[in-house]
């Protein structure tokens, strides 16, 4: 609350990424509150990180959504499915800050339905090639690790979905279209552009053809997370309504004294 609030409303209007905010938030562990000791964490709980983000949310909702992407999709997906080599080389890092997470599923054609993306991973050798165009990725221009799901034809539906590792700066990986926000502005969401990006063949994230399953089983995860960011935000909705009604006086009085406004704050607590 002292570190991140007072720049919150800066951020939000400039667009500004917060790198500071999650390099001061690594240096406190929370990056590695969910994931385990042996992989650089501090093996928290799912309600732990909730609780963080929550917190977070209330000062920044910016940097809890950049959190909360990272680490809530990007880490735990590599800690769900990765294998020993994956977790050693990326959940390291990420567990200390010193690497950003993104999650790529949607498409410009697939965004509920993602039961057949149009980004295909065709195995080639000891690579997988990697053509196509994922949407509205958050942190996908900043990110130093990116969970990628492709297809590996055009007609195998959900079960020829597998999920990838692409890192930062792989030839034939590049960023497209940045889009601009409505609200919460200090996150960043992005285009990302496969043109024959090719990645060795030990970046596929479990098991091939299992990646429908990843993706929606990582969503259900982070999705609480959405949830525990929103409470935060209307929690500090509600701490600023009821501080701003203390102080504002109209009518010689302060306005909480006025009933109407006393039943908007109370459905705010416990609607
Ligand atoms: C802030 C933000 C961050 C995001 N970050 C990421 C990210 O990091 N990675 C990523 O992969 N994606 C990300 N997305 C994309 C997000 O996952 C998609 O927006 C979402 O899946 C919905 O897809 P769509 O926007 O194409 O909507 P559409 O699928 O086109 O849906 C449009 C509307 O139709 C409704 N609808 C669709 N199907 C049905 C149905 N069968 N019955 C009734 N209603 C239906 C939907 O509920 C919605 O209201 C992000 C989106 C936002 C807004």
Same mark, same amino acid.
């Given at each position: 609350?002292?570190?991140?609030?007072?720049?919150?409303?800066?951020?939000?209007?400039?667009?500004?990424?917060?790198?500071?905010?999650?390099?001061?938030?690594?240096?406190?562990?929370?990056?590695?509150?969910?994931?385990?000791?042996?992989?650089? &964490?501090?093996?928290?709980?799912?309600?732990?990180?909730? $609780?963080?983000?929550?917190? =977070?949310?209330?000062? *920044?909702?910016?940097?809890?959504?950049?959190?909360?992407?990272?680490?809530?999709? *990007?880490?735990?997906?590599?800690?769900?499915? &990765?294998?020993?080599?994956?977790?050693?080389?990326?959940?390291?890092?990420?567990?200390?800050?010193?690497?950003?997470?993104?999650?790529?599923?949607?498409?410009?054609?697939?965004?509920?339905?993602?039961?057949?993306? +149009?980004?295909?991973?065709?195995?080639?050798?000891?690579?997988?090639?990697?053509?196509?165009?994922?949407? !509205?990725?958050?942190?996908?221009?900043?990110?130093?690790?990116?969970?990628? !799901?492709?297809?590996?034809?055009?007609?195998?539906?959900?079960?020829?979905?597998?999920?990838?590792?692409?890192?930062? &700066?792989?030839?034939? !990986?590049?960023?497209?279209?940045?889009?601009?926000?409505?609200? =919460?502005? &200090?996150?960043?969401?992005?285009?990302?552009?496969?043109?024959? *990006?090719?990645?060795?063949?030990?970046?596929?994230?479990?098991?091939?053809?299992?990646?429908?399953?990843?993706?929606?089983?990582?969503? +259900?995860?982070?999705?609480?997370?959405?949830?525990?960011?929103?409470?935060?935000?209307?929690?500090?909705?509600?701490?600023?309504? $009821?501080?701003?009604?203390?102080?504002?006086?109209?009518?010689?009085?302060?306005?909480?004294? !006025?009933?109407?406004?006393?039943?908007?704050?109370?459905?705010?607590?416990?609607?």
């Amino acid at each position: 609350q002292r570190e991140l609030e007072p720049i919150a409303e800066r951020i939000d209007a400039d667009e500004e990424y917060p790198f500071d905010n999650i390099k001061k938030l690594a240096q406190l562990g929370i990056t590695g509150i969910t994931i385990p000791e042996e992989y650089g &964490g501090s093996g928290g709980t799912h309600v732990d990180w909730c $609780i963080a983000l929550e917190e =977070i949310a209330r000062a *920044c909702a910016a940097t809890a959504s950049i959190l909360d992407t990272s680490w809530g999709l *990007c880490a735990h997906c590599i800690n769900a499915f &990765g294998n020993e080599e994956q977790k050693k080389r990326l959940l390291v890092p990420l567990a200390k800050g010193e690497m950003i997470g993104a999650f790529g599923l949607t498409e410009p054609n697939h965004g509920s339905d993602i039961a057949q993306l +149009d980004t295909l991973a065709v195995k080639d050798g000891d690579s997988y090639v990697l053509n196509g165009t994922k949407t !509205f990725i958050s942190n996908g221009a900043q990110a130093d690790v990116l969970v990628i !799901f492709a297809a590996k034809d055009k007609t195998s539906g959900y079960k020829g979905q597998s999920a990838f590792l692409v890192e930062k &700066g792989t030839p034939g !990986f590049s960023i497209g279209q940045k889009f601009h926000r409505l609200g =919460i502005r &200090g996150a960043h969401n992005a285009e990302l552009l496969f043109e024959d *990006c090719r990645i060795p063949a030990e970046n596929l994230l479990g098991e091939e053809g299992r990646g429908f399953s990843i993706a929606l089983a990582t969503l +259900d995860s982070a999705r609480i997370g959405v949830a525990a960011i929103a409470v935060g935000i209307a929690r500090a909705a509600l701490e600023a309504s $009821i501080e701003h009604a203390k102080t504002r006086e109209q009518y010689g009085q302060a306005i909480a004294n !006025f009933q109407a406004l006393q039943w908007m704050m109370a459905d705010m607590a416990t609607g």
